[in-house]
């Protein structure tokens, strides 16, 4: 069976410095890969998939196969980007797994 | 139209009663998802409805009966629950075309089983 793991439940950093958001996948297939975020009071959305290959909000991810890895990365941290980030994976059946989540804190 | 609602926001029940969820898209989706997220944990996938049809039962027990009457709605029956299903339970959406697209989720309703 699929298995998301992110190892860091609160990862805190002062704003301008760099992130990474962990997330280790184990699957024997072709997945697809999302980052989901959840600010304060909001309701989870999705950030990226690696399918698209986009920056969104100055965050990043790639997919390496190799390490069967998808950390999510952001140069120069703000305040704003302080949220709960889910890594999830789905294997085409359309039914998404989630790692347990990091949350993000960023300091002034 | 571009957000999935779910009411009610929330739910407090005993545990001989029988309530439904309910959730609307009127986004054209047509998959739709229930989620059960208990406190400080990821959501975990219960049902996948595609073009109505249920299509994914992860093994929930039947004491929860999901429904789809049409495109745009999905409810979830609830009926003797216990105390440890109190949980917030999110509706998604997307489309359903090949391969795996974006889900929009709702703001979940918040169940309390006493």
């Known amino acids: 069976a699929q298995r998301v793991t992110q190892p860091e439940k609160l990862l805190s950093v002062f704003k301008g410095a760099p992130v990474e958001l962990k997330c280790n996948y184990s699957?024997?297939?072709?997945?697809?890969l999302f980052w989901y975020v959840q600010y304060s009071r909001q309701r989870l959305q999705l950030l990226l998939r690696h399918i698209s290959r986009e920056s969104i909000k100055g965050f990043t991810a790639d997919l390496n196969k190799g390490e069967t890895s998808f950390h999510l990365k952001k140069p120069f941290a703000q305040e704003e980007d302080s949220a709960m980030y889910y890594c999830a994976l789905d294997t085409g059946r359309r039914a998404l797994t989630f790692g347990s989540g990091t949350r993000l804190q960023v300091q002034p | 139209d571009t957000e999935v609602t779910q009411t009610p926001k929330h739910l407090v029940m005993g545990m001989t009663n029988k309530k439904s969820l309910k959730c609307e898209q009127h986004m054209g989706h047509r998959a739709m998802y229930w989620y059960k997220q208990k406190a400080k944990k990821p959501p975990e996938l219960m049902f996948v409805y595609s073009y109505e049809k249920l299509s994914i039962n992860e093994s929930v027990p039947s004491r929860f009966s999901p429904e789809c009457p049409n495109s745009s709605l999905l409810n979830l029956h609830l009926h003797a629950l216990q105390p440890e299903d109190s949980a917030l339970y999110l509706c998604a959406s997307s489309r359903a075309g090949q391969g795996t697209d974006t889900q929009y989720f709702g703001p979940g309703t918040r169940l309390t089983v006493l």
């Open positions: 699957y024997s297939g072709s997945p697809e």
